[in-house]
């Protein structure tokens, strides 16, 4: 090599990772780092929270389970209402009383005995839990340039996938004896975790007081359903997040059904779907910058999902060989599918969301997202499966035709009664003092 000709400079190559995968703004990286320390909490609940409550809690499984469901029943009631407090004191307050709020019944349920006290701390946590995304959603806005809030949504969603990972690892410890304090402290460090969480977010000083908002009684949010375009867009976007589904009930179940195919494989394709989404998060979300791209994002998301599913049509008489590559190559498009489908749905959800009802609007998608939760499973396990090879051909024919539906959902959305479409719109600017 000559003298003239530059060498490698490694220390430039990690400032160009740094630059793409951090917040270029200050409050952005307190933010970041504040959504970190949150998720880590969150791996710890997950990873050790269900044997801690079957095992010291006195829960048997069935109780457990109906008293999820009813907290995420009585989380989604409460979400409407909330979004319309959030439009009023502020999505960073909002954020903040919620992580602090968390952090109090995670503390409750670490001491909780029997089924009734288990669902009551549960439904307490869960009304926080559901706000916690539309406030995010709008905290990026307020912080994140224009073309930059896709970008800061991808950063915020690679942090998070870290965080579960680092705290489901942190928990493992803490399970392997049936000492209750120790068992205690997953759920007691989660706690920890939201504070620390909630106090950074909390030093965190935005450059100006956001517009107030003139809200109503928040139980008028609802009115917001009334806004049928909008709603087209959100139901549109849950079909197309039945990847979560996908992933967490129809390809365990698929290896189950398939002779042949190790039952092993189901925690690589966890593995596998993680670390794509955290490596390919940013890649797929840096090219979404308004409505229209954001449109595309959903339809390459349609278009990967149906090419998920039908790889998973597969007769279950096929080969060993031919059943694992179809596996692994179906969680590939899935996490394809996923990545096209969040910045999709984080860019057209608050681009269309009125200004002065932004965290009513944004929690009325994220229902979507909810309906998703209950109505998937039973969709993929009591008929897609039951069905076989034709139920996953009419399933990759759905996402298929969610897919071609995504092309007139911006043209749609214009089209509604507003002073402009998002993408004319000027940026509106805080008012002073």
């Known amino acids: 090599m000559s003298d003239a000709e530059p060498k490698s400079d490694g220390s430039g190559v990690v400032r160009r ?45 069935a109780e457990l389970g109906a008293g999820l469901s009813i907290a995420a029943a009585v989380g989604l009631v409460a979400l409407l209402p909330l979004g319309a407090v959030a439009d009023r004191v502020g999505a960073h307050p909002t954020l903040v009383g919620a992580l602090l709020w968390r952090a109090l019944c995670f503390v409750g349920l670490a001491f909780v005995q029997g089924p009734i006290a288990f669902t009551v701390a549960a439904a307490c946590q869960a ?10 959603q709008a905290l ?52 920890l975790a939201f504070v620390a969480s909630a106090v ?16 109503r009684n928040p139980l008028a949010a609802f009115g917001a359903v009334r806004d049928w375009r909008y709603l087209c867009l959100t139901a549109l ?45 940013m890649p797929f979300a840096r090219r979404v910058t308004d409505p229209r791209s954001g449109a595309r994002s959903l339809r390459w998301a349609g278009l990967a999902l149906a090419g998920c599913a039908a790889l998973l049509a597969v007769p279950s008489a096929a080969s060993a060989a031919v059943a694992i590559s179809a596996v692994l190559f ?22 269309y969301a009125p200004e002065d009802r932004r965290n009513v609007y944004l929690s009325l998608f994220s229902l979507g997202g909810s309906v998703q939760d209950m109505a998937g499973p039973l969709l ?24 071609l539906l995504a092309s007139p959902v911006v043209p749609l959305l214009d089209r509604r009664s507003s002073p402009a479409p998002p993408q004319l719109r000027r940026r509106t600017l805080p008012t002073p003092g």
């Not at 320390?37 to 969150?42: D, E, H, I, K, V």
């Not at 806005?141 to 942190?170: C, D, K």
């Not at 079909?239 to 129809?250: D, K, P, Q, R």
């Not at 179906?330 to 681009?351: D, R």
């Open 380 to 403: 993929v396990a009591a008929v897609v499966l039951s069905l076989g090879s034709p139920g996953w051909l009419m399933l990759a024919a759905l996402f298929v035709l969610a897919a």
């Open 127 to 136: 009304v926080a839990q559901n706000i916690t995304g539309p406030a995010t």
């Open 330 to 351: 179906a969680c590939v498009a899935l996490t394809a599918g996923e990545l096209w489908q969040a910045a999709g749905g984080w860019e057209l959800s608050y681009a």
């Open 17 to 61: 990772v740094v630059r793409e995968y951090l917040p270029g703004s200050h409050g952005g990286r307190v933010f970041s780092f504040s959504t970190l320390l949150s998720a880590f909490g969150t791996g710890l609940f997950l990873a050790g929270s269900t044997v801690f409550f079957t095992r010291q809690a006195g829960l048997s499984a």
């Open 140 to 191: 990026v806005g307020i912080l994140a340039e224009e073309g930059e809030r896709t970008r800061m949504m991808a950063v915020m969603r690679t942090v998070r996938n870290i965080g579960f990972s680092l705290g489901a690892l942190a928990a493992a410890p803490l399970l392997l004896t049936d000492s209750i304090w120790l068992n205690r402290g997953v759920l007691l460090g989660n706690a």
């Open 237 to 281: 976007n849950s079909v197309l997040a039945l990847h979560m589904t996908l992933l967490a009930v129809g390809l365990p179940l698929w290896v189950t059904r398939h002779e042949g195919v190790p039952n092993a494989l189901v925690p690589i394709m966890i593995f596998v779907n993680t670390v794509l989404a955290v490596a390919f998060q």
């Open 200 to 215: 950074l977010l909390a030093r965190l000083r935005l450059a100006a007081p956001t517009r107030a908002v003139a809200v």
